[in-house]
C-alpha cells in the first residue's frame, strides 16, 4: 500500500473516497476504491476497458452513488447535495452533451447557463477552442465527433469549474486538439482547479500529472509519479492525428517513478 | 427554479422550432386519426357530432403520448440526459421546464385537431371559452403527467412502448373531464354542466403539478 498522509493543515482533499462501492444492478462497478485527489493536484486515472475509470469518474460528478463507502467531493456529499456540487464540477464524458437541432452556440450557451457559469466568458472559450463563427452556427447534428469533443471542452472552459472530470479528453481529437487539451489541463491546474483524467493514452497527459493510478477491477492497484515539468510537441510538429496517438513525439514521457514534480501532498490507499 | 424551467422551456422550444416534430409529424398524425374517426362513423352528421369532443380528446391524447417520447428522446442522445443533471439544474425548475414546453405543443396541436373538428364534424362551438379552457387545463395535466411518466420510462429498453401503457390509463380523468367540458361548450350542451368536470382536470393538474415538482428529482436520478 502506498500512502503519504496529509498534514493537519492541509486543506481537504477535493475528491475523498472510502471503501467506495458502487453498483450498476447486481454489477460491482467500483469495489472498495480509496482514492483522496489533493486539490489543485492532476490525476491519471489508468486502466483497461472496463476497469472502473468511467465509474469513479461518474461517482466523483454524483451521477453514480455508492452503495458502501464514503465519498467527499469538494467537501460535499455527492449525493446529498449533488446540485451544489455540479455546479462546481464540469465533466467531460464519452457524449458530449449537444442537441443535434440547436447550434453549437446555442449548445454552449444552454449548457454554461444551465450549470450557473458566466457566458461573459463563452466567446474567448469558443475561440480558444476553434470555434469559427461559422462553425457557431452550424447545428449540432452536422459536426464530426471531434468537433462535437471541441465543443464540450468548450463548455467546460466557459463554466471554469473547481474539479475537472475529463474521460478520455482525447478521445476522436486530431493533433492540434490533443496539445490544447494538454494546455487546457496546465492551465486549469496553474489556476487552482484539481484535475483527473482518465484515459487509455496516458502518454498524452502524465507529463502534466503529479501521480497516475492504475484501476482494474473497479479498484485502485497501484500507484506511481509523474512530473509535471514537460511540454508536448507544438501541433505544428505534428503532422496528424495518428502520429500523436502512436506516441512519436506528440507529448514527451513521464519521467522515472520517484522524479515526481508534484507539489501537492497526496494520498492513495490502495484497496 | 423558474429561472431553470424558463431555461429548459426555452431550449425544448427552440428545438421544436427546429426540428418541427410536433407540427409537422404529430398534428397530421391527429389530424389523420380524427379523419378515420370519421370514416368509420360513416356518412350521418349527428353520430359525428355526439361523439366529436371525445374523439378530440381521444386524437389529443395520442398526440400526447407522440409529443412527451418526443421530449424523452431528446434528452436520450448523446448524454444530454447526464448533461442536465451535471449543470445542477433544480429538478423542480427541469419538470417544470419540460413540461411548460410540451403544454405549448399541446395547444398548438389542439388547436390544429380542433379546426379539424369543426371542419370534420360539423361541430359549432357554443361557449368558446369553456371549450378553450379545457384545452388549455387538460394540456397542462397531460403534459404534467407525460413529463412524470416520461422521466420514469426514459431510463428503460421498452421505454417508447411503455410509454402510452403507464400515460394513457393515468389520463383518463382528463379525457373524461374534456370531453364533458367540451359536450357543455359545443351547440347542444348547458354550459353549467361543465363545472364539476373543470373542478376535476383543475384537481389532476394541481396533483401531477405538486408530484412532478417533488418527485422529479428522484426520478431522474434513478432513471
Redesign the interface.
Known sequence: MASAAPSHSAPPPAVSLRGAVALSGRFPLLAGVDLDVARGEVALVEGPNGAGKTSLLRVCAGLVPVVAGEVSVLGLDPVRKRTALRRRVGLLAHGSHLYDDLTVRENVRFAVRAAGGDTGRIPAACERLGLTSRLLATPAAKLSAGQRRRVALAVLVARSPELWLLDEPHAGLDASARALVYDLVAEASSIGATVVVASHEPELTEALADRAVLVAGGRIVSERPCGRHARPVPATEATDATEATDGAGALPPCPPAGATGGTDEVVVHVA | MWR?AA??AG?DL??EA??RVALGQVAPFGVVALVLFAFALGPDPVPMRRAAPGLFWVAVLFSTVLAVQRSVS?ES????R??????????AGLFLGKAAAVTVQLLALEAVLGAGVVVLFGVRVTDPLLVVGSCLLGAVGLAASGTLYGALSAGLRVKETLLPFLLLPVVVPVLLAGTRLWQAGVAGGTPAEGTPWLHLVLAFDAVYVAIGVLAFGPIQ?SA
Open positions: 431553470d431555461l429548459v431550449k427552440r428545438i427546429r426540428s431528446v442522445a448523446d448524454g444530454a447526464d448533461g442536465l443533471r451535471l449543470a445542477g439544474l433544480d429538478p436520478e
